[in-house]
């Protein structure tokens, strides 16, 4: 299909135009004279199986949390839905919505900053320390954002965190989001997550069930600001006689061994990886949060810091 003709949820008629950009739900497909927005088509066997899914959007449409970036810049921040797509003027068959259109010319994924060899090869020197801050400062505020409207990011990793050179953010796949209906109080969950970014309480999880991602979401924020900060190293990176036995990154946090702290150095049973950076060049402040974060936390998530206190802290080493 090179293009095609569909309707949005107040009537409108909308000509959608063919990228070729296919994923495993569904096709998106720029919007013919709006440049500023494109669409999201999901494939019908996707709809089938999620029953919950047009009222998910349609909540999601009706109450957008506050996008600071938008606000302040004229940038998005948050991929978000702007209106849900039917077959028909009548709304007999739900397909897809129109969500902000995101320049991946600009944007990569976050992955391609913190890692030095990627990030020297793409900008030379341009990108720099002050940058790595300011990106994990967008990304606290935007999922700040989304926990301020009672939502969760929940599918929170490194794919779905897109950058740009100047540091400028954007969060992808809101659709996957965790979201609660204002009025109702009704949840509508996430169903996938990655182990590297998932915390232990979550690990060997069936998503079958209805979790809460709270707690999941400040677990993988922290990873994701630590990997800004440290070269992209996991905070559970190790080696040593702690972790002879756990070879990958979700047996180490199964295990919790955050080797950054004294009271796992002094023992000489566990180092951090060879390519991670002192710790010490953290300030003090972002060391204590992640030390919240990964020691605090491991056992009790409430402990594990905010976006908000992410966002703070995060503000003040900028300034």
Request: with cysteine.
């Amino acid at each position: 299909m090179t293009n095609s003709i569909v309707y949005d949820h107040t009537g409108n008629k909308i000509q959608l135009l063919d990228t070729g950009k296919s994923g495993g739900e569904g096709t998106v497909y720029r919007i013919q004279g709006n440049n500023s927005q494109c669409a999201k088509i999901f494939k019908p066997e996707k709809i089938k199986t999620d029953t919950e899914l047009n009222e998910k959007i349609l909540t999601m449409v009706n109450n957008p949390p506050y996008d600071h970036t938008w606000a302040t810049s004229k940038r998005r921040s948050l991929s978000w839905p702007n209106s849900v797509l039917y077959n028909s003027p009548n709304k007999n068959i739900f397909i897809g919505f129109t969500m902000p259109l995101i320049d991946l010319n600009k944007y990569k994924e976050v992955h391609r900053y913190w890692d030095t060899d990627d990030r020297l090869k793409s900008f030379g020197g341009t990108f720099t320390w002050k940058h790595l801050f300011a990106t994990a400062y967008n990304i606290s505020s935007a999922v700040a954002a989304v926990h301020d409207n009672g939502y969760c990011v929940g599918d929170l990793r490194d794919t779905n965190v897109l950058t740009a050179d100047n540091a400028l953010i954007a969060l992808i796949d809101c659709d996957s989001f965790q979201i609660k209906d204002p009025v109702s109080g009704r949840i509508f969950y996430t169903r996938v997550g990655v182990d590297e970014y998932l915390p232990p309480e979550l690990q060997n999880t069936s998503f079958g069930k209805n979790y809460d991602r709270y707690y999941s979401d400040l677990f993988g924020l922290g990873i994701i600001i630590f990997k800004l900060l440290m070269n992209g190293a996991n905070p559970y990176a190790a080696k040593g006689k702690l972790v002879e036995d756990a070879p990958t990154p979700k047996m180490k946090i199964m295990k919790g061994y955050f080797p950054y702290v004294n009271k796992y150095r002094n023992m000489g049973d566990i180092k951090p990886p060879d390519y991670a950076p002192p710790f010490e060049i953290i300030p003090p402040d972002i060391q204590s949060l992640f030390i919240r974060c990964f020691v605090d936390g491991h056992k009790k998530p409430d402990e594990r810091p905010t976006a908000r206190e992410w966002f703070n802290a995060l503000q003040r080493e900028i300034q």
